[in-house]
């Protein structure tokens, strides 16, 4: 036995389950100098959801952050986590942006890379293991701990030796969901250390408890590294504290050595970020125990509680819960952690809130089923895979040889916007959410140039302001004349004759609408009316208290209605054509726009045939949960 290592985690899956990964670059600077003084084995600093985290919602560059941690840190290694071909994403990547990604995340600062596939695929491995071993880094490939009828100890360490065989310089067991009980550990640990010759290592989450008992006995059995997260990033869904197992270990043989006063001093920074911004402490509750049921990792059962407000649904959580092992039971028994937490667990969300099993099906779930994301460790059920995707063949093939390079053609897309490798990286890996940054950046230093008064002064701008900087509203395109004018309040007599005229005139020609098409109906208010309850119609001009009127659509005109809170996208990527276009003829079945819900891109498709007639949301946009999305006529 020997002195036990210790991995920090603060930095990454600490905030990412207890703070949804809001923690700023900022946030972290004036403590970094500290934590590599500590004496640490590594410091998890990068991955898993910060790299989306950073650009979607903080406005911040996450290489720019990487290369801020390792200017600090020094004498420390820095680790992150990477979830195989999927990289950081919720996709696969193909081969050419895995390379340049693992090759610029080491030029930016990383030393050892954990390594895992959600699936336990070890074909996904492939590709960012190969390039982290050519350029002379560490290759920690995980073992992801789940129980299910199907995965066993000696499936584990069959798993490990294969990794072991591919050239992972240590093996992670990672237990995403606080799964691992501590006699399990024991035995796991020791089959572990018993048939391989490389350093284990284990992380685990406390969520139901059982996290320092796990640890505890993983010591026992010889682990040589843990995870744990200093103490205002543990508990909860996130994991054990360093300070307890600190404690725990002292004065025994698996000593970590780690000193309990500069440990106190780091958590008390973290705190008061916590208590700044009111961040959640670690706190174990009864839905978070039922993790020995549903499973859910750490970071999904914060993300589950925010996602269903955003949707007006937390009072439906049990509800989710309880439909996720059901959901897993029918795809084939996947562990829960990224990308498969989301899959599963999201397609449990719209099983509860459409009211139908698999009425919805976000395209990454038939991705899955397909077999694009990897062999499942079970069969898929049958009538379930057919409801899915029909009668479509499975792949049975290394997924991400089915993928044609992008990198040239990402470069190109970019041009406009990228200042360096890393930014076509960022493009590469979330197109949409890329240009939002990338434009939002460009404008940010645009405020941030000083200002030359007439008096000589120099003013700055937001750089001086310690408020964060919303990012800037975006322009608006032309208003195009459309068949039906939408306002909050009645049309007047003129604006009633402008629409006939427009309807008359051959720039809308090509909408196939006749006047007939809608009904008008004209009716006069007085100053003393009581007006409209409600009209239809928003954004309408301000209209005269006398003489109005208001526009019916025509009963055979259908609004299609946003299903859930999301961002609409008109189109599959920035540099390809919309789905639909007003006057375009739609079949069942055919997708008018993408949905991003939930870290999902779900296509929202047509029911019945008809013709456009309007699109009421706005590309890369939020709508809300009921908004009108699209009109139709039906045929």
Partial sequence: MSRIRITDTSLRDGHQSLWATRMATSDMIPVLEQLDDIGYHSLEVWGGATFDVCIRYLNEDPWERLREIRRNITKTKLQMLVRGQSLVGYAHYPDDIAIKFIEKAAENGIDIFRIF????????????????????????????????????????????????????????????????????????IRALKENLDVPIQLHTHYIGGLAIATLLKAAEAGVDIIDTASVPMAFGSSQPPVETIVRALQDTEWDTGLSLHDLFDIAEHFEQIRKHKGFERGVTRITDMKVFEHQVPGGMITNFYSQLEQQKAAHRIEEVMQEIPKVRADLGYAPLVTPTSQLIGNQAVFNVLLGERYKMVPGEIKDYVRGFYGKPPAPINEEVRRKIIGDTPVIDVRPADLLEPIWEKSKEACKEWAESEEDIITYALFPQVALKFFEWRKTKRAEDVPQIESNDEVRTTAVESKAPVAAPPRMKPP????????????????????????????????????KNDFRIHLRKHTATDTPPASNPFPGAPKVKPAETAEVILDENITEVLAPMVGTFYAAPSPDSAPFVKIGDHVEPGQTLCILEAMKLMNEIKTDFAGTIVDILAENTQPVEYGQTLFLIQKD
């Fill in 117 to 188: 596939d959600a699936l336990n695929d070890l074909r996904n491995l492939e590709t960012c293991m190969r390039t982290v071993k050519e350029i002379g880094k560490h290759a920690q490939a995980c073992v992801v701990y789940t129980i299910s009828p199907v995965h066993s100890v000696q499936h584990f360490v069959d798993t490990a030796l294969r990794l072991r065989d591919m050239g992972a310089d240590s093996i992670c067991v990672k237990d995403m969901a606080g799964l691992l009980a501590p006699y399990t550990s024991y035995e796991l």
């Fill in 479 to 514: 208003v195009k004349p459309r068949a039906v004018n939408r306002g909050d309040e009645d049309m007047n007599i003129d604006e009633i004759r402008e629409l006939m005229l427009l309807l008359d005139q051959s720039n809308i020609a090509d909408l196939e609408l006749q």
